[in-house]
């Protein structure tokens, strides 16, 4: 299923009041490194509008990600769960390439190097992201980076 459908179905679960509360949290921090959606440009938008909106403003992956945490946080953890598995398809492999979904951020500081999985970058508009500056790899360690435009 589309992402868009998936995240638009998710929202159609949600009474009004509940989905009052899911635009209020997209103005807020949800994921580190991905800015809140501004409040005037959420505002009188309907399940369908906010869906398009965080599309366009997070991509598709994050907009997932993002829904998962805000359902988590406003305690439909089986509807964030639901939709995890449905946006990964059921697969235990494609849902470790999700990103994570907490607030919090852990760093290795392992002589390798070795990124943390799941490390997300996320933007808005024409942002311009600085990509890290990644030394002192050994023969053997590979880096792979994916950069999605939408």
């Known amino acids: 299923m589309q992402v868009p459908l998936l995240i638009l179905d998710t929202l159609d679960e ?17 994921l580190d490194g991905c800015q809140p959606i501004r409040k005037g440009y959420l ?30 946080r ?3 953890s089986n509807a964030a769960e639901k ?11 494609a849902q470790n390439q999700l990103p994570p979904t907490s607030s919090s951020s852990s760093s290795s500081s392992s002589p390798d190097l070795t990124p943390a ?5 996320c933007t808005q508009g024409r942002s311009v ?20 435009t939408q």
């Open 129 to 148: 992201i600085v990509a890290p500056n990644i030394q002192g790899t050994s023969s053997g360690v590979s880096i792979n980076m994916n950069i999605n």
């Open 83 to 93: 939709l995890r598995t449905s946006y990964a398809g059921g697969s235990t492999a």
């Open 14 to 30: 949600l009474g009004a009041d509940e989905f009052k509360r899911f635009r209020w949290n997209l103005t807020q921090p949800v």
């Open 117 to 121: 999985a799941g490390a997300t970058v």
């Open 43 to 72: 505002e009188n938008a309907d399940r369908q509008d906010t869906t398009s909106k965080m599309i366009e403003g997070y991509g598709e992956e994050l907009a997932v990600s993002v829904t998962v945490e805000i359902l988590k």
């Open 74 to 76: 406003m305690n439909h």
